[in-house]
């Protein structure tokens, strides 16, 4: 019987942003978590920009709390680039995990993972940082099997597959290809000693055939789709839709 099970890990962004457009703190970060995780999510993400477009740092700490006074085991996730104010979240709050994405102030949204060995020799020393704090890291990178020897070499946990390319391919026929990157990538990553996490327009169509073709994937986050879906569904029934697509993939490994 296969008991390996993603990890389904909630981003609050979009709850944020919207919530940022009046002065009445409606909808609530908070609120949108403790509905995710009641409904069987795993962990929570957030990405807080250095513009504050939509996560606070406000909003770091209170759903730090929250997942905190938590019982079971569920994760907190911060995002950032490391080199901007990620790191100053690491030493308050010590999360389970931070994930570094080479992300510049202001950026759209993140669009391209780390280059290795180029950004290699910066970020060592604050990999060590976050594990000595007890702080898991794992790195934003695209399928990139030759890099993952390297990634490992610096000190991080896990990578972050990089999943918008896969994201564009579904459903065209170049998916089987992407795909078969993203777990020859996957394959690399974990022959390094790497753990694998995925994100970025992962969705409810093409979560199932994301997992089923990369196996053994710990965690994804997902944030836009998923609040999205949301707004049609509410909390409780998207959390309990995504996680029916991850049990679907498992089903069929
Ligand atoms: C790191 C990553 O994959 C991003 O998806 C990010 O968390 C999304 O950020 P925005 O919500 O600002 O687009
Ligand atoms: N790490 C990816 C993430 O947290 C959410 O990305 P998206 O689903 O908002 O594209």
Known sequence: MNTFLTALSVNLNKVALVRNTRHLGVPSV????TMCLDAGAHGITVHPRPDARHIRADDVRALHRLVSQRPGGVEFNIEGNPFHNLMDFVRELRPH??????????????????????????????IAECR???????LFMDPRPKMMAAVREAGADRIELYTETYARAWGTPQQVTV???????????RAAGLGINAGHDLNRDNLADFLRAV???????????????????????????YLACIAQAMRAA
């Open 215 to 241: 196996p053994r994937v710990q965690e994804v986050s997902i944030g836009h789709a998923f609040i999205a879906d949301a707004l049609e569904m509410g909390y409780a029934a998207t959390t309990r839709a």
């Open 179 to 189: 795909l078969a990157e993203f777990a020859k990538a996957a394959e690399a990553a």
């Open 30 to 33: 908070e609120r949108a978590a």
């Open 97 to 126: 995990q931070a994930t570094f994405v080479p992300d510049s102030e202001g950026q759209f949204t993140s669009d391209h993972g780390w280059d290795f060995p180029a950004d290699a020799q910066r970020l060592v020393p604050l």
């Open 132 to 138: 000595s704090l007890g702080v898991r890291v794992s």
